[in-house]
């Protein structure tokens, strides 16, 4: 049976949020794109473990689409951001908006499985992994 992370970790928090710079919020990124911007914020090296279980996760709770090789932002996600952002001035919590809006979806394991089989299968996430450590030296 394969294993599931079901939480949140703070490595999708940040890949989010670099795959958010990477974009501008338009358009799509590559992967390389999203892990030059996650170096380049806090200096931050995802493992392909990292990479993997926040794309499923991400993708699975509609946050993110993946088409053709380039990673996108749906619109749901990001007039979900654009409000927690706005409520942000309003509220004397410390956590970050991405991070809140991240810890109000639930993963589950039918989601991650739907993603792994429809979505990320075709996408070749550990070639693209790859080509970023051989160009980079991550």
């Given at each position: 049976?394969?294993?599931?992370?079901?939480?949140?970790?703070?490595?999708?928090?940040?890949?989010?949020?670099?795959?958010?710079?990477?974009?501008?919020?338009?358009?799509?990124?590559t992967?390389?794109?999203?892990?030059?911007?996650?170096?380049?914020v806090?200096g931050?090296?995802?493992?392909?473990?990292?990479?993997?279980?926040?794309?499923?996760?991400?993708?699975?709770?509609?946050?993110?689409?993946?088409?053709?090789?380039?990673?996108?932002?749906?619109?749901?996600?990001?007039?979900?951001?654009?409000?927690?952002?706005?409520?942000?001035?309003?509220?004397?919590?410390?956590?970050?908006?991405?991070?809140?809006?991240?810890?109000?979806?639930?993963?589950?394991?039918?989601?991650?499985?739907?993603?792994?089989?429809?979505?990320?299968?075709?996408?070749?996430?550990?070639?693209?992994?790859?080509?970023?450590?051989?160009?980079?030296?991550?």
């Amino acid at each position: 049976m394969p294993k599931y992370n079901l939480t949140w970790q703070a490595s999708d928090v940040q890949l989010l949020e670099a795959l958010l710079l990477a974009t501008g919020g338009e358009g799509g990124a590559t992967l390389q794109d999203v892990l030059l911007m996650g170096d380049a914020v806090d200096g931050t090296v995802y493992s392909l473990e990292e990479i993997t279980e926040g794309l499923e996760k991400l993708t699975a709770v509609g946050c993110i689409t993946v088409q053709k090789n380039k990673l996108s932002l749906s619109p749901e996600f990001l007039k979900e951001y654009e409000q927690a952002t706005l409520d942000e001035g309003l509220e004397e919590e410390s956590v970050r908006p991405l991070e809140k809006l991240l810890h109000q979806k639930a993963v589950t394991m039918e989601a991650i499985e739907q993603v792994r089989a429809n979505v990320l299968k075709k996408y070749k996430l550990k070639n693209y992994y790859q080509q970023y450590l051989e160009q980079y030296g991550g």
